[in-house]
């Protein structure tokens, strides 16, 4: 199974910076690659599907990028919303899908 | 839209089982979809557990294979775990929620912790 690896695993970051997170798979995943954002207390919310297009609803300041192995998270300015955990999931060689570790941004 | 709720004991003794559903609004739970079960705990991560299909057709994550069984209830638009021999590592927060077609998962229910202690 793949093994999904986030980098960094925190991120100090100001409002309207522009960030990107990494995800790294421990072998080809295609663009069969999602990206999540998890805040304190709620459930996962799907922002990024097949390593490019964001979910319904999602602003457009996220953008997925990648394939293969390596993929990217970019928020082109961050607002005080978007400070929370981000997660990769591959869905290309399951069962069983697999998660990273996760990302956490943080407000510098 | 199709929305998840979770529920379920909050505490399971060692060695005891865990029984936990999901009942599914918004949406026919037989409407060809998959339907899954994950976990969340500061050690491990986000770790998907299993899915089942409105025909129970199951797939489980290897390693906890053994010790898992998901069933359909189409009657009452649920889904259950079942997770057997419960060791204080079983202690996460359980999320249910939907794989579309490709397997990312939208949407999620709220989640419940379930803690195994004596």
Sequence with gaps: ????????????VSPGERVTLSCRASQSVNSNLAWYQQK???????????????ATGIPARFSG???????????????????AVYYCQQYNNWPPYTFGQGTKLEIK | QVQLQESGP????????????CTVSGGAIGS????????????????WIGEIYQTGSTNYNPS????????????????????????AADTALYY??????????????QGILVTVSS
């Design chain 1, 1 to 12: 199974e793949p093994v999904m690896t986030q980098s960094p695993a925190t991120l100090s």
């Design chain 1, 40 to 54: 304190r207390g709620q459930a996962p919310r799907l922002l990024i599907y097949d390593a490019t297009t964001r």
């Design chain 1, 65 to 83: 990028s990648g394939s293969g192995t390596e993929f990217s998270l970019t928020i082109s300015s961050l607002q005080s919303e978007d400070f």
């Design chain 2, 10 to 21: 909050g505490l399971v003794k060692p060695s005891g089982t865990l029984s936990l559903t």
């Design chain 2, 32 to 47: 060809r979809n998959w339907w899954s079960w994950l976990r969340q705990t500061p050690e491990k991560g986000l770790e």
């Design chain 2, 64 to 87: 906890l294979k053994s010790r898992v069984t998901i069933v359909i209830d189409k009657s009452k638009n649920q889904f259950s775990l079942r997770l057997t021999s419960v060791t």
């Design chain 2, 96 to 109: 249910c929620a939907r794989p579309l077609p490709s397997g990312y998962f939208d949407p999620w229910g």
